[in-house]
């Protein structure tokens, strides 16, 4: 008899017994509580999928990773502390600011409480799935779920008063009713840059260079540029770097006329701990967000 197992070579007579009896033998795994400590502690794929060959073996194993994964997170904690090094999620965020300002980018402060007529604006209304994950705070305000409807207001004013091509950019919370899971939170951090007032052919491509900019300075190279929709805009041209960091959307856009705006333009929105959770490699947004229970993507409950 032969065994055919995925990722396994065909194995013949002895070969295939001992190989058998390895598996059998190595059947024990972590204890539920066991895997949700090492999750915590951010223990590597592999280890969280260990085997063993015995109880005795597995319980020994655990607590001398427990200590050499405690002692790693106690060590980063650490170097918060005079140090000079800050939170992921900062630290990301001032490397982008950077260079935004560098690449000739504004930068621009708006409200969180957004009124209802902006989100009419962007068509966000009430019979749309997108409505229904906004966070009201009275019957015509709400804590904004995007940035998109400030920097529209904002372009239409500064167009008036500088040259073109204006480039603006907002870093900030923004709050969504999304489907929890280990990409989504429910208050996250958005970096929207737009770029109006560029030639209309230009525009791919300054959002292909756009993209490259921001995706450098987050110290990711592995990334691609993929065509996708939303409700929002329609189509959008997404980054994905194992997952969904920005949308990309380029204009003149059906929306632009209502906030008075008739010339070409690009823009992204990324999601702040979405890249933190690619370039740290961390399996869960959770500990990277905002959190009572993280800090600086360590569990303190150490
Ligand atoms: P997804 O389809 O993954 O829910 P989205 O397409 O709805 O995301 P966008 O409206 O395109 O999100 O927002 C721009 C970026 O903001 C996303 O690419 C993502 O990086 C980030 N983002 C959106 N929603 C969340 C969330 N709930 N938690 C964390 N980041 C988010
Ligand atoms: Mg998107």
Redesign the pocket.
């Known amino acids: 008899m032969n065994i055919e197992q995925p990722g396994r070579k065909h194995l013949t007579g002895a070969a295939e017994t001992t190989e058998l009896l390895r598996c059998e033998y190595r059947m024990i795994t972590w204890t539920v509580t066991q895997k949700q400590r090492l999750r915590e502690l951010n223990a590597p794929l592999n280890l969280q999928n260990a085997a063993f060959s015995s109880n005795k073996e597995r319980d020994g194993d655990f607590r001398e990773q427990e200590i050499m994964l405690v002692k790693m997170g106690k060590e980063r904690l650490n170097l918060l502390r005079g140090r000079g090094r800050r939170p992921v999620l900062c630290e990301l965020e001032s490397e982008l600011v950077k260079a935004l300002i560098d690449a000739g980018f504004v930068q621009v402060v708006t409200p969180i409480i957004i009124s209802k007529g902006s989100l009419d604006r962007m068509s966000v209304t009430e019979d749309t799935p997108f409505y229904k994950q906004v966070y009201w705070v009275s019957g015509n305000q709400c804590l904004r779920p995007m940035l998109a409807p400030n920097l529209y207001s904002l372009l239409n004013q500064l167009n008036r008063l500088w040259e073109k091509p204006i480039r603006i950019f907002e870093v900030g919370p923004c709050f969504r009713k999304d489907s929890e899971g280990s990409a989504h939170l429910s208050e996250f951090t958005m970096l929207n840059l737009v770029e109006l007032g560029l030639s209309e052919e230009k525009c791919p491509q300054r959002l292909e260079e756009l993209a490259g900019l921001v995706m450098k300075a987050a110290g990711i190279d592995d990334y691609s540029l993929v065509p996708?929709r939303?409700d929002v805009y329609g189509k959008?041209i997404?980054i994905v770097a194992g997952m969904?960091v920005?949308?990309g959307v380029t204009g003149p856009h059906r929306l632009d006329t209502r906030w008075g705006i008739f010339d070409p333009w690009v823009g992204f929105?990324f999601g702040l701990e979405r890249l933190c959770l690619v370039r740290e490699g961390y399996q869960n947004i959770k500990r990277v967000g905002r959190s009572l229970k993280y800090l600086d993507g360590v569990r303190l409950n150490i």
Do not use: F, M, N
Request: net charge negative; proline share 0%.
């Open positions: 996708d939303c959008t997404d969904e920005a949308s929105g």
